[in-house]
């Protein structure tokens, strides 16, 4: 049976069609109205045709109004005023009957075709479905599907087999909240949603399974952020076994620069990634995940500042940022910076100089540093005539970390950012454990991880030296993907979580499964997992999450649309065997 609503897509008609007749369906885009005649501007997935309306057919128009579908018969001619800016300019379509599929109030909650910008980010939320048919959000959701199959594809071409693990799974240590969901079959018993499928792609190598892959949805309870999705994102998680983490970045550095370069015109890094130690980029670039683009690099000045009278330097680690061209900028840009350091980063203060034509340091802390001073700074760093140097004083870590939100801001501010290009890079040994906030050892990174060095590190070094198989890719200053070499030795696992503050029977109770697999012949394995969501926000140029989501949650981690979370009848919580206490 042929279509009732379309014989022909809005955007697929050209001059080959002209005195055809044909039948087109779609949402009014705009309506011109001009007496006798009207000209609507009618629009489906594919693009917009103009649809001339005769005064014949004036009482059939009467309730239209932008963003009804309708269902239009006519005929194809060609326009004598055409539109260049659309495929379709050279034609229009005089209807001969219109029939109205679905009416739309008058008054919309905001323009849908509108940039945004000047919409309230929870009204568009509330009405996504009027949001999403803006043509640059609809188009970003058209490319993520177009990226999760080219996703697919690389995989695939590599040997991968793609296997769904649950969405119940059992409450697990690794790094975030879980989602718990109680079981009505077991009273006072929880299942949780997965914060990743860690134990699962690991029990599938000790299945015999070498290659898998899924487009995985990972929840996690944290805070949200811009390119943070709250509680719920996706990822392409993957795994190998009898593999190193050489076989991992070979699969990274195939199959994310080809996904890239099908979705962009931008210039795409391709492997070898540069590799760049924990350590080396917290001390140049203050983060773990460094922009590459910006070519400003930290440095260390500790040494210069020993034994100095100058209180804001005094037993501090001190870091530098030396800038080239800055013979324009006037006191306000450095007032800016301070007061952005002070403000967003937690610093205490920004300090700064300027070296003239003649390299001499002026404004700022000249005052404050003498001559022999000012000569290391010389020997030590690349400073030019018209440079500026900026200094980050506070305890060394600290100090990296605000030294980096300074490289950060003034990389954009100054405009030295790399265009249109996607600059990556591989952050490699990263520290086996951490303090916490308490004082007591934890995972830095992954659990799950195998130690550099292996048992012996464990039993031997100070576990805040030892360093693991573990590894990010980092993409234009987001991390977009993170993986390790798995330990898969019973013993050393044990050990591991020891280390940490976790008993053997800790262990079992928690890992049960996959403490038990390990005894049934484990190969060795690893793996990583990039993250589509924040790639896809990448790809689309976007520096929001939610902008390519097709039904993201707001800044709260509410869906206001659907209204979730809300709360439940008491029914339901009787039958899940829960009872609310709210604290006062």
């Known amino acids: 049976m042929a279509n009732e609503y379309r014989t022909h897509s809005c955007g697929e008609l050209r001059k080959t069609n002209i005195n055809q007749e044909v039948r087109l369906a779609g949402f009014v885009q705009k309506i011109r109205n001009l007496g006798k005649m009207q000209f609507i501007d009618l629009r489906d997935e594919a693009g917009i045709t103009q649809i001339v309306v005769n005064e014949d057919l004036s009482e059939k128009c009467k309730d239209i109004s932008n963003e009804c579908t309708l269902t239009v018969l006519g005929k194809v001619v060609e326009r004598s005023s055409k539109n260049e800016k659309i495929p379709t300019g050279d034609i229009e379509i005089i209807a001969s009957d219109i029939k109205v599929l679905g009416k739309c109030r008058s008054v919309l909650p905001f323009e849908i075709n509108s940039q945004n910008s000047n919409v309230r980010e929870d009204l568009r939320l509330e009405y996504r479905f009027l949001d999403l048919r803006n043509e640059k959000i609809h188009n970003n959701i058209r490319m993520r599907s177009k990226i999760l199959k080219d996703f697919r594809?690389?995989?695939?071409?590599?040997?991968?087999?793609?296997?769904?693990?649950?969405?119940?799974?059992?409450?697990?240590?690794?790094?975030?909240?879980?989602?718990?969901?109680?079981?009505?079959?077991?009273?006072?018993?929880?299942?949780?949603?997965?914060?990743?499928?860690?134990?699962?792609?690991?029990?599938?190598?000790?299945?015999?399974?070498?290659?898998?892959?899924?487009?995985?949805?990972?929840?996690?309870?944290?805070?949200?952020?811009?390119?943070?999705?709250?509680?719920?994102?996706?990822?392409?998680?993957?795994?190998?076994?009898?593999?190193?983490?050489?076989?991992?970045?070979?699969?990274?550095?195939?199959?994310?620069?080809?996904?890239?370069?099908?979705?962009?015109?931008?210039?795409?890094?391709?492997?070898?990634?540069?590799?760049?130690?924990?350590?080396?980029?917290?001390?140049?670039?203050?983060?773990?995940?460094?922009?590459?683009?910006?070519?400003?690099?930290?440095?260390?000045?500790?040494?210069?500042?020993?034994?100095?009278?100058?209180?804001?330097?005094?037993?501090k680690t001190v870091k530098v940022i030396v800038t080239k061209n800055m013979e324009d900028k006037p006191r306000k840009f450095f007032d800016m910076m301070s007061e952005y350091a002070v403000e967003e980063l937690g610093a205490k203060g920004l300090a700064w100089v300027k070296v003239d034509n003649d390299k001499n340091l002026t404004g700022g802390i000249s005052k404050f540093i003498d001559e022999s001073r000012k000569q290391k700074l010389f020997e030590k760093l690349e400073i030019n005539e018209n440079s500026a140097i900026f200094f980050i004083a506070d305890e060394f870590e600290k100090a990296q970390k605000i030294a980096g939100g300074v490289r950060i801001k003034l990389g954009t501010e100054l405009d030295l950012l790399e265009k249109e290009v996607y600059r990556f890079c591989l952050i490699i040994d990263f520290p086996m454990y951490e303090l916490s906030d308490e004082g007591t050892i934890d995972f830095n990174h992954n659990p799950f991880s195998m130690p550099q060095g292996g048992m012996d590190a464990l039993m031997n070094k100070d576990p805040l030296d030892i360093y693991a198989y573990q590894y990010d890719l980092v993409c234009n200053g987001y991390e977009v993907s993170s993986g390790a070499v798995r330990n898969h030795d019973q013993e050393i696992m044990i050990k591991a979580f020891e280390i940490a503050g976790y008993t053997e029977e800790d262990v079992k109770n928690k890992f049960g499964a996959l403490f038990n697999a390990f005894s049934y012949g484990t190969p060795p394995h690893a793996g990583a997992a990039p993250g589509i969501d924040r790639l896809i926000m990448l790809l689309a140029q976007e520096d929001n999450l939610r902008e390519v989501i097709a039904f993201p949650k707001n800044k709260k981690a509410r869906d206001v649309m659907m209204n979730a979370p809300s709360k439940v009848f008491d029914k339901q919580l009787k039958e899940a065997h829960i009872k609310i206490e709210l604290d006062d």
């Open 153 to 315: 594809t690389e995989m695939d071409s590599l040997g991968f087999i793609e296997i769904q693990t649950p969405i119940l799974a059992n409450s697990s240590p690794e790094g975030a909240r879980d989602f718990l969901v109680p079981s009505r079959i077991h009273p006072g018993e929880f299942y949780a949603l997965p914060q990743a499928p860690q134990q699962f792609k690991q029990l599938l190598m000790v299945s015999g399974f070498e290659k898998y892959y899924q487009i995985a949805p990972c929840f996690r309870d944290e805070d949200p952020r811009a390119d943070r999705s709250p509680g719920e994102f996706y990822q392409l998680d993957f795994e190998m076994s009898f593999v190193g983490q050489e076989e991992v970045f070979k699969v990274l550095e195939t199959v994310v620069p080809n996904v890239f370069e099908k979705n962009t015109t931008w210039k795409v890094d391709r492997g070898p990634f540069i590799r760049i130690p924990y350590k080396e980029a917290m001390e140049k670039y203050g983060t773990d995940k460094p922009d590459l683009r910006n070519p400003l690099i930290i440095s260390d000045v500790t040494d210069v500042f020993e034994n100095t009278e100058f209180n804001a330097f005094k037993g």
